[in-house]
C-alpha cells in the first residue's frame, strides 16, 4: 500500500522558517513528480510546488524564491522549505504522488500534465506573532 | 498561465438526483484534466483522470467528459456519502471547486 505521511507543521511567526516532510512508503519518490498543494482555511486547493524525477522544480508564483521542494532518496522523503513565510501562506500542506505523466504541446507552448493520485493526510502551518 | 473556472460554486439537490459540474480551461487542455472530491478535514481523493478515466475504487455513478477547453462532471443518483466539495485540476491549476450538499 502506498502511504505518504507528512510532518513538521506548526506555529511560526512571519519572517521566520519551517521544514515539512512527508515519509513515503509503497513507492520510491525519486521515481514519480512529487507535489505540494496547500488549503488556507476555509478556501479551495492551491498548487505550490512539484519536483520531477530528473531533479527539475516549479513552484507557484506565490512561494517563488522563498519555499524549496527537495527529496532525499535515502530516507524517500520528500520535504519542503519554508522561508520567510507571511501569514497568508497559514494552510494545511499535503504532498501528493503524481500519477502518469503527459507532455502536451498547444498554441507553441508544452506542458506536463498529471494528476495527484495519492495524498498525504496533511500538516497544518500557521504564520502568526 | 492556464486558469481554470468551474460552476456552481455550491448546489443542493436530493438524494437520487443527478448533480453536473462544469469546468473550463482558459487554452486547450486536450482531455488533461482531473477530478477530486474532498470531505471537511480530509485530504482530497482523485476520482476521474484525464477527463474521463475513473479511479479505481470509485463508485461508477461518478464520470466525466469533455477535452479542450470544456469539461463536465456528473453524479448519478447522489448519494448521503457524496457530500463534499469538488475540484477539477489540471497540473499546477485547481479549480475553485463546488461545494455540494443535500
Known amino acids: 500500500e502506498v502511504q505518504l505521511v507528512e510532518s513538521g507543521g506548526g506555529l511560526v511567526h512571519p519572517g521566520g522558517s519551517l521544514r515539512l516532510s512527508c515519509a513515503a512508503s509503497g513507492i520510491t519518490v525519486s521515481g514519480y513528480y512529487m507535489t505540494w498543494v496547500r488549503q488556507a482555511p476555509g478556501k479551495g486547493l492551491e498548487w505550490v510546488s512539484v519536483?520531477?524525477?530528473?531533479?527539475?522544480?516549479d513552484y507557484a508564483d506565490s512561494v517563488k524564491g522563498r519555499f524549496t521542494i527537495s527529496r532525499d532518496n535515502s530516507k524517500n522523503t520528500l520535504y519542503l522549505q519554508m522561508s520567510n513565510v507571511r501569514a497568508d501562506d497559514t494552510a494545511v500542506y499535503y504532498c501528493?504522488?503524481?500519477?502518469?505523466?503527459?507532455?502536451?504541446?498547444?498554441?507553441?507552448?508544452?506542458?506536463?500534465?498529471?494528476?495527484?493520485?495519492?495524498w498525504g493526510q496533511g500538516t497544518a502551518v500557521t504564520v502568526s506573532s | 498561465d492556464i486558469q481554470m473556472t468551474q460552476s456552481p460554486s455550491s448546489l443542493s439537490a436530493s438524494v437520487g438526483d443527478r448533480v453536473t459540474v462544469t469546468c473550463q480551461a482558459s487554452?486547450?487542455?486536450?482531455?488533461?484534466l482531473n477530478w477530486y472530491q474532498q470531505k471537511p478535514g480530509k485530504a482530497p481523493k482523485l476520482l476521474i483522470s484525464?477527463?474521463?478515466n475513473l479511479e479505481i475504487g470509485v463508485p461508477s455513478r461518478f464520470s466525466g467528459s469533455g477535452s479542450g477547453t470544456h469539461f463536465t462532471f456528473t453524479i448519478n443518483s447522489l448519494q448521503p456519502e457524496d457530500i463534499g466539495t469538488y475540484y477539477c485540476q489540471q497540473s499546477s491549476t485547481f479549480g475553485p471547486g463546488t461545494t455540494v450538499d443535500i
Open positions: 519536483l520531477h524525477i530528473g531533479g527539475h522544480t
Open positions: 484525464d477527463a474521463s
Open positions: 487554452q486547450d487542455i486536450a482531455h488533461y
Open positions: 501528493a504522488k503524481a500519477g502518469a505523466v503527459h507532455l502536451y504541446c498547444s498554441g507553441g507552448t508544452c506542458q506536463d500534465y498529471y494528476a495527484m493520485d495519492v
